[in-house]
């Protein structure tokens, strides 16, 4: 189903992935191989999907009734690798 609560996971699983991409793979080719192709082809879709997962996060506040620390917690999670995983496993898998 198209609830906006999986269309969150969708977009946090894909906000942490490219997040791991630019980090650990583009990132590293910029600098030690010369080549930034990676960063602009990963940069522009990561940017984006973070700016989905920061809007749907607010959006979502509501549903799972997560106070402001709570909130504070799911935003950090997507500056942090593998966050947006840990929070998709912690509040969204049993959600949906």
């Given amino acids: ?8 996971r969708v977009v946090a699983f ?19 191989a010369d080549n930034d192709e990676y960063v602009k082809l990963l940069g522009m879709p990561h940017g984006i999907l ?12 509501p549903d799972f ?7 504070k917690g799911v935003l950090l999670a997507s500056i942090i690798p593998f966050g947006t995983f840990f929070i998709d496993r912690k509040y969204l898998k049993t959600a949906s």
């Fill in 1 to 8: 189903m198209f609830s906006l609560v999986n269309v969150f």
């Fill in 14 to 32: 894909l906000e942490g992935a490219s997040y791991i991409l630019l980090l650990f793979i583009a990132t590293p080719i910029k600098y030690f």
């Fill in 50 to 61: 973070f700016m989905l997962y920061v809007v749907l996060a607010f959006i979502l506040k």
């Fill in 65 to 71: 009734n997560w106070d402001s620390k709570q909130l």
